[in-house]
């Protein structure tokens, strides 16, 4: 089975400063990772998923998330963050045969 | 094209009663997947349905079921509601579920208050 841990429950950074989000997962098989986002009030949205090659995953609106098979991390990171980003951050991994399983989620707060 | 559908979208009941909840997914897509969000534990995996078949399954009790529908629609229920059944119920749709690197779909999802 597959499980996802996200570090840090809240995140608060000033506009324009750089940002981490960590993710840690499980597991004994090869599994795909995805970041999703959960702006207030709406549903999930995915922002970016590593399934194989580069171990860099962009996004368009400016988030990179690095897989990192020895540490089993998947951190998302932005060097410049907008008050638009506040929203909280999903972690996610699936594996074969499996459902998506989520971590708790990391609220980003971002103020001026 | 029309994103996820999940209705009603607010929901107030009392301990004890059951509930159903609906969700309708893009259109071509085959799977469904429903999760309990609650502040502090994320999204928590409740079950997935492909073709009317449930594929996975959560650890939930039994309280708890579901069904999809020829069309791929789904609905859960809930049984003998509890205060702790309080949560945000969210629905998502792929396409299907053979490919890992699929992507999930979310609706809205339905607020449900237990009193």
């Known amino acids: 089975a597959q499980s996802v841990t996200q570090l840090d429950s809240q995140v608060p950074v000033f506009e324009e400063a750089p940002v981490e989000l960590r993710c840690n997962y499980s597991s004994s098989v090869s599994v795909y990772l995805f970041w999703y986002v959960q702006y207030p009030n709406q549903g999930l949205q995915l922002l970016l998923k590593?399934?194989?090659?580069?171990?860099l995953v962009e996004s368009i609106n400016g988030f990179e998330a690095e897989f990192n098979k020895s540490q089993t991390s998947f951190h998302l990171r932005k060097p410049s963050v907008h008050i638009s980003d506040t929203a909280e951050y999903f972690c996610?991994?699936?594996?074969?045969?499996?459902?998506?399983?989520f971590g708790k989620g990391t609220t980003l707060s971002v103020s001026s | 094209k029309a994103g996820v559908t999940q209705t009603p979208r607010y929901l107030i009941k009392t301990r004890g009663q059951q509930v159903t909840l609906s969700c309708s997914p893009i259109?071509?897509?085959?799977?469904v997947s429903w999760y309990q969000q609650t502040p502090g534990q994320g999204l928590q995996f409740l079950f997935e349905y492909f073709s009317e078949t449930q594929r996975n399954k959560g650890n939930f009790p039994g309280r708890f079921s579901g069904r999809q529908f020829s069309n791929s629609r789904s609905e859960m229920n809930v049984s003998t509601l509890e205060l702790g059944d309080s949560a945000l119920y969210l629905c998502a749709s792929s396409f299907d579920i053979q490919s890992m690197n699929t992507e999930a779909f979310f609706g809205q999802g339905t607020r449900l208050t237990v009193v």
């Open positions: 590593y399934l194989s090659g580069s171990t």
């Open positions: 996610a991994v699936r594996g074969p045969g499996t459902a998506l399983i």
């Open positions: 259109s071509g897509h085959r799977s």
